[in-house]
């Protein structure tokens, strides 16, 4: 390779191809977010959506499953802080973050994949749950032996149990609740979950 | 149309045709049971699983939506009979029937189409919302509201978001819980909500 003294030179970090990197994966999320499954989502699609060549992305990434695992991989699943003080509180922390991803293009995403196609590319599914799902997982397992400890949760709360309520419930109103989930959703999932559905003891 | 005097004479009702039709609706709910999305499937996919040419399925079906309208509409949602003694045994049923699906074909259609295509096919997702999801949805709430109307359940009970806790908890079993679900999952969620996760009042 030559260097040309003269001219655009090209600094160093190649700024031009992180460009287009970057179109590359925008393009992968957006397609993903808006409902393409990754069995569905081509090379294609992604390249006219980027307005690449095909060429371009191939240079970057051998198969297209690739791709989809670094584009899932820019998608963290920002923790938010817990105060730690009560078990409700954190609880409606951890929820509140999972209702506010229902209506930006992460939580779609995330949605998306979460939903389909577990069976058909297991590789793939398991970078992403270690990525955008087992953290949050991890919190809010945490946060409900934290209250087991406490005692401001039942001794003999079944964790697994709570968390499956927790998580299916908010991700059940991510799917079929109303477009604009109520801004208090998750204050009302805790309370109830937290307090039952039978009434109280008089 | 002439009518053979002779030989194999064909019945009314024209088996051959009919044979050819549960073949093509078996192959496309076989399709989507395995994972395929509704964008995915293509006629020349199912023609191939049906074993029949693509004209069989043409001279039956215009385009494909319409074929897997009606391959969902014979998904019917078989809802259990229930006792209408407790509101928890009635709750438990409703919630097995969901615990039993999750095993069967028609389970994995129902998920697998409840879980994604929604924006992209909205007919379709509102034909099989109405003959595979609506009956269970009615069910769940009549049982609800009896418990609050005799005091089985808190008299200020949220109803809908009762029936978003109760069915986001086994919809995200079905998905992510253990390959079998264990056989008193119905049970043992419907006693956690019944009784709520803090701590019984000493």
Chains 1, 2 share one sequence.
Not at 77 to 104: C, F, Y
Not at 130 to 157: I, Q
Not at 185 to 198: F, H, I, P, S
Request: glycine share 8%.
């Amino acid at each position: 390779m030559t260097i040309q003294g003269t001219g655009t030179a090209r600094p160093a970090g190649r700024p031009r191809s992180e460009k287009a990197e970057r179109a590359i994966i925008e393009a992968t999320l957006d397609l993903i977010a808006e409902g393409m499954g990754v069995s569905e989502l081509s090379i294609e699609a992604i390249a006219s959506r980027a307005g690449v060549g095909k060429t371009t992305i191939y240079r970057r990434w051998s198969n297209k499953e690739d791709l989809v695992v670094d584009a899932l991989a820019t998608l963290k699943a920002p923790l938010p802080p817990l105060a730690g003080v009560s078990v409700r509180e954190d609880l409606i922390t951890l929820l509140d973050a999972m209702r506010a991803d229902s209506g930006n293009r992460r939580g779609r995403c995330v949605m998306n994949i979460a939903m389909s196609e577990a069976d058909r590319h297991p590789r793939l599914t398991e970078r992403f749950v270690e990525r955008a799902v087992e953290p949050r997982r991890r919190a809010l397992r945490e946060v409900l032996e934290r209250g087991v400890a406490t005692g401001e949760l039942r001794p003999d709360l079944d964790v697994t149990l709570a968390m499956a309520i927790l998580s299916g419930t908010m991700m059940w109103q991510s799917k079929w609740g109303p477009g604009d989930l109520p801004e208090d959703l998750a204050e009302r999932v805790v309370d109830m979950v937290l307090a039952g559905m039978a009434p109280p003891a008089a």
